[in-house]
């Protein structure tokens, strides 16, 4: 079974940056979908970035520009960066795994069939 554990949230100032971990155990499939998503603290969720297995990578509008999401293989951890926080991005991030369901994009399989960790905190001020 996935298991999935995200880090390195934080609280930063406007224009910071961070960096979020989220270390993978249990993934097995050949073909899967890895992504990042932002719980909003009204509770919306919407999806940041996402990689499959071939490496493809999907930005959401939202955030693109802003953030690089990338993945270590060796560590089973998979990153995004983020820069020029704002306010807005304040919120739970959760990153997700998910099988690759092609023809779907990664984030609207993420979404729907997504393997979830527990989330972590990024506060902007």
């Known amino acids: 079974d996935v298991q999935l554990v995200e880090s390195g949230g934080d609280s930063v100032q406007v224009g910071g940056s961070l960096r979020l971990s989220c270390s993978i155990s249990g993934l097995t499939w050949t073909n899967y979908c890895l992504g990042w998503f932002h719980q909003t603290p009204e509770n919306e969720r919407e999806g940041v970035a996402a990689?499959?297995?071939?490496?493809?990578?999907t930005y959401a509008d939202s955030k693109e520009g802003r953030v690089t999401i990338s993945r270590d293989n060796v560590k089973n951890t998979l990153y995004l960066q983020m820069d020029s926080l704002k306010p807005e991005d304040t919120g739970m991030y959760y990153c997700?795994?998910?099988?690759?369901?092609?023809?779907?994009?990664?984030?609207?399989?993420?979404?729907?069939?997504?393997?979830w960790g527990q989330g972590t905190q990024v506060t902007v001020s």
């Open positions: 997700a795994a998910s099988l690759n369901r092609r023809p779907w994009s990664c984030l609207r399989t993420l979404q729907t069939f997504g393997k």
């Open positions: 990689i499959d297995n071939d490496g493809s990578i």
